[in-house]
Nanobody, 119 residues
Framework: QVQLVESGGGLVQAGGSPRLSCTAS????????MAWFRQSPGKEREFVAK????????LYADSVKGRFTISRDNAKNTVYLQMNSLKPEYTAVYYC????????????WGQGTQVTVSS
């Protein structure tokens, strides 16, 4: 069982660059592919980015490529999402998720952290 706790959200001005964190319980963190998703008001949850267990491979949604960076620190059981130059349309609840492998379903989800971008 893996428990995920996100942090780092809040009210951000347009153009801001917050960093989200997601800390996992357990001692097998490095074996999990970790991902970030987001859900904007009235929309379905969508994929944002994911990173392999060793941190070498990353994948981004086209909408955030070049603007967001996913990284992880396995010694701290934490995955990060650096978000740069935010726009109001990036307002959403951001969730982290864990998968047993790169192509598997995400078995574990955090509770989400709200990011509100003001114009």
């Amino acid at each position: 069982q893996v428990q995920l706790v996100e942090s780092g959200g809040g009210l951000v001005q347009a153009g801001g660059s917050p960093r989200l964190s997601c800390t996992a319980s357990g001692d097998t963190f490095s074996t999990y592919t970790m991902a970030w998703f987001r859900q904007s008001p009235g929309k379905e949850r969508e994929f944002v980015a994911k990173i392999s267990g060793n941190g070498i491979i990353t994948l981004y949604a086209d909408s955030v490529k070049g603007r967001f960076t996913i990284s992880r620190d396995n010694a701290k059981n934490t995955v990060y999402l650096q978000m740069n130059s935010l726009k109001p349309e990036y307002t959403a609840v951001y969730y982290c998720a864990a998968s047993a492998s790169w192509s598997s379903l995400y078995n574990y989800w955090g509770q989400g952290t709200q990011v509100t971008v003001s114009s």
